[in-house]
């Protein structure tokens, strides 16, 4: 059942879902998805554009966002946009943080607006993956 | 050799794609998808079947894979795609835009059901950097 509006609050944290990246993960995306672009496969692909090692695909990045904000939401029905920016890469072995915060509720059309983000802890630093990013679900 | 920019505005042949059950499990097993289902960036096969498939063999565009990066993605829902149903996805240059060694190439995928209904509309801005 989707989320209901009542239960919504502007500036709450709505979901936050971390989620280990594994090779395999990513040649099963790769696989499922269509996308077999090298850069995703081939470590030595990769060190040529200048990574360390392979990279998972963008769109990898995003679906599990996705998992993560339909998880809250109730469904994937309750999804009617998304809009992300991607802004650094993730790298294998990775723990990727995804996430949202409610910007707004529109009360007339029973909808929530969120920010969404990944962020990945990296050498001591916070990178972000997907952010200036967001998504509009329909709430009950 | 850059992009052709007279390409903006071009379509390419619709694809029919079929929403077949194994490669949903898959797919959703592969994003730790929670809810059971089509998962809502599963769009994204039809959307590469339609659209980046097309314009990497498109002699007369000039991109480079290698030289591709994903920068933005947006998916528009009207509903979740449904396993076991047909739906047609024609990808369209929507616009090449940037100057110098970085160009902004964005296709445009719009999912159709059988009756001609759109279900998903995904637009994607690849970022290509150009040797200058």
């Known amino acids: 059942m ?139 | 050799m850059g992009l052709n920019e007279a390409l903006q505005g071009t379509s390419y042949p619709p694809v029919t794609f079929v929403v077949q059950e194994q490669r949903v499990r898959a797919f959703a097993a592969a994003v730790a998808d929670p809810c059971g289902g089509v998962p809502p960036t599963f769009a994204t096969a039809p959307e590469i079947a339609a659209g980046l498939t097309n314009v990497i063999a498109d002699p007369e565009l000039g991109l480079d894979l290698a030289s591709v990066l994903h920068g933005e993605q947006e998916y528009t829902w009207t509903r979740p795609l449904r396993v076991g149903e047909t739906v047609t996805a024609e990808a369209t240059i929507e616009s090449i835009r940037g100057r110098g060694s970085t160009r902004f190439l964005t296709l445009r995928t719009v999912l159709r059901e059988a009756s001609g209904e759109t279900v998903v509309v995904g637009r994607s801005t690849l970022i290509v950097r150009e040797d200058g």
């Not at chain 1, 696989?31 to 995703?40: E, Y």
Request: hydrophobic letters at 40%; a negative charge.
């Open chain 1, 2 to 140: 989707s989320r209901r509006f009542e239960d919504v609050t502007v500036g709450a944290k709505a979901f936050e879902v971390s989620r280990v990246v594994t090779r395999e993960d990513v040649k099963a995306y790769a696989d499922a998805s269509g996308d077999q672009n090298p850069l995703h496969q081939d470590d030595e692909v990769a060190r040529a554009a200048g990574f360390p090692g392979i990279v998972a695909h963008g769109m990898y990045t995003m679906g599990t966002l996705a998992s993560g904000l339909v998880g809250w939401a109730g469904g994937a029905e309750a999804l009617v946009r998304m809009k992300v920016q991607f802004r650094a890469p993730v790298f294998m072995g990775e723990t990727i943080v995804c996430g949202g915060t409610v910007r707004s509720v529109d009360p007339v059309a029973h909808t929530a607006t969120l920010d969404v983000w990944v962020r990945v802890e990296r050498d001591g630093t916070t990178e972000w993956p997907i952010r200036k990013s967001e998504a509009e679900v329909r709430l009950a």
